[in-house]
């Protein structure tokens, strides 16, 4: 069994999403990404250390690489920053998410240097998000343990409509019991914390 941080960001809520409460049973799709580009970074305790086996899932021609733990967490990884398969392997620390510091840390990258080709061992660091949009993948089934608001202020960069950038200093987390289907101005999505029971016989 592994324990994993994932969030939610509230416009893939909005979009198509189906809100959740503690103790369902979810299967998301999950990216393992870099953990800078969601709300400007900042992440600590939320990040994901994945050890894996590189294999290849194949959607609409193209080749998507994903990690598939022991534990049965699922999670594509990004093809533009040294790996370009898909894994299979288990999450270190019994699947617990551990945190590092700032910097390049929190990039989803390949620790290992496995690079290219199935079969190869892979270690990424990165956040995992849910992502329905664009290619389908195979998803990752786990049970809610936890769920907290991500609040998070903008900061005024300058004039315009897209002057509006994430504080990563400003970000709290409030729990809750459920996941709102709709969320109001400051309020960036969920972090939900997911018990991945194993893998499905």
């Known amino acids: 069994m592994g324990r994993w ?3 939610y960001a509230d416009w893939q809520m909005e979009c198509c999403g189906t809100p959740f409460s503690v103790g369902d049973e979810v299967n998301w ?14 992440w600590s305790r939320e990040l994901s ?3 894996a086996t590189v294999e290849h899932v194949h959607d609409d021609g193209a080749v998507i690489p994903v ?8 999670a594509v990884v990004p093809g533009g920053d040294g790996d370009e398969s898909e894994g299979k392997g288990r999450g270190r620390g019994k699947g617990k998410n551990k945190s590092r ?5 929190g990039r ?4 290992d240097g496995a690079g290219t080709g199935s079969g190869r061992r892979a270690g990424r660091t990165g956040l995992l998000t849910v992502e329905r949009h664009g290619a389908r993948w195979p998803g990752t089934t786990g049970t809610v343990r936890s769920i907290h608001l991500v609040h998070q202020d903008l900061t005024v960069t ?20 459920r996941c709102p289907r709709w969320f ?18």
């Open 108 to 111: 989803a990258d390949d620790r």
């Open 184 to 201: 109001g101005r400051g309020c960036a999505g969920v972090v939900a914390e997911l018990d991945v029971p194993g893998p499905r016989t």
């Open 5 to 7: 941080w994932v969030f």
């Open 67 to 74: 990690l598939r733990a022991d534990d049965g967490l699922s």
């Open 29 to 42: 799709p999950l990216l393992l990404g870099d953990a800078d580009d969601v709300l400007g970074g900042g």
């Open 49 to 51: 250390e994945i050890a």
């Open 158 to 177: 300058g004039p315009g409509p897209h002057a509006l950038v994430p504080a990563p200093a400003s970000r709290s987390l409030e729990a809750v019991d």
């Open 101 to 105: 510091g700032g910097g390049r840390q």
